[in-house]
């Protein structure tokens, strides 16, 4: 089993910057490419991006592209979403995942283990 635990969360105006946090439990980190997802109210569950085992690959939904970046330490069993440039309409909860499998999945039924969630808030 993998226990994620997310924070960082807050409330921001529009223009700044969060960066959450994503601890793993577990000795087999570095055997999952690492997801973010978020959920508005009344939303489904929406791709942010996700980071491949080694790190050397990324993917970002288009919404977020170049606003947001991944990033992970397996040392520290550790993945990070830095959030610049920071929007109303990126208001939702947001979650780190993993997942086993092979190739970088866009969708949040392929992914083994999800954490709680941490609240973002962006006002305009």
């Known amino acids: 089993q993998v226990q994620l635990v997310e924070s960082g969360g807050g409330s921001v105006q529009a223009g700044g910057s969060l960066r959450l946090s994503c601890a793993a439990s577990?000795?087999?980190?570095?055997?999952?490419?690492m997801g973010w997802f978020r959920q508005a109210p009344g939303k489904e569950r929406e791709f942010v991006g996700v980071i491949s085992r080694s790190g050397v690959s990324t993917a970002y939904a288009d919404s977020v592209k170049g606003r947001f970046t991944i990033s992970r330490n397996n040392a520290e069993n550790t993945v990070y979403l830095q959030m610049n440039s920071l929007k109303p309409e990126d208001t939702a909860v947001y979650y780190c995942a993993a997942d086993s499998g092979r190739i970088l999945s866009r969708t949040p039924g392929e992914y083994d283990y999800w954490g709680q969630g941490t609240q973002v808030t962006v006002s305009s």
């Open positions: 577990g000795r087999t980190f570095s055997s999952y490419a």
